[in-house]
């Protein structure tokens, strides 16, 4: 009797252990795995075709939040010495993260898009192009005026093959034209870059300074006095809206066709914009 007793309490003793055991791994297995961040789409209009494309995104962020969204994305500063001096910032970025850029840095117009495709001679790239107004270009300590003038960026591009697969040659030149049908170019600052698949050219204003440094003052009084001059990046984009001034982000987007196989997103495709 005593041992059927015994043998009754070791049952009901692992009866509990095999519950226990059982709710612990349940427990485990119920326990949510943090799933990857999804990555964001960009709401920017796309274009199938061979050649290049200029879509644009304008915000009201300051441009020291710019910066520091772009600092904070695998991109890759293609500036030189010259254009960093003159305001202007080019910087290869990968089109897959163009949706993340967007919503760290919230539009405040419709994105837009102008497709040139095979652009085999110079034209305005820009979309529209906007007027100088009464705004100083300090370029070197020198000031200059342009009464009249519409901003632009001067450029012509083409797809071609390489030995290293599909690219489009892009070739950048900051101009404002004048009235009366006269251009005025800046040939000093003209560049030219190759393009993969996956990769985009963004331009956008800079101050002269990497990463741009947060105004000492921001009293009403000196951030008026601030906007009477630019460098020719803050004026060729930094656009007067009428809830404020808005900075505008140019994107150089190649398109391939049907010379792609499989996936433009794919990493080892294109990985670089190169600049020559």
Known sequence: MRFLE???????????????????????STKQTPSPEPVQEAQLPNVEGHGLAVRYHDTSEPLERIHEVIDDLPAERLTDESWGSHGLEIIRIREHDLGLLQSRLPSTSRPGLRWHGQALTWRNLMPPATPVGERIMVTDGQEERFPGGMVGLSGRGWSLMTLDGPRVQVELMPMIEMP??????????????????GDNLLVIAGSGQWPHPPPEDTS?????EAKKTATMGQLFLELETDTGQSRRLLMVTPRFGNWLQGDSDDPAVGIEAQVR
């Open 180 to 197: 009366g049908g006269t251009q005025g170019r800046f040939n000093h600052l003209r560049r030219e870059y190759l393009i993969g698949p």
């Open 220 to 224: 009403a009084e000196a951030e008026e």
């Open 6 to 28: 015994h043998q009754g309490r070791l049952c009901a003793a692992i009866t509990v252990l095999l519950l226990m055991v059982s709710a612990l791994v349940a427990c485990r």
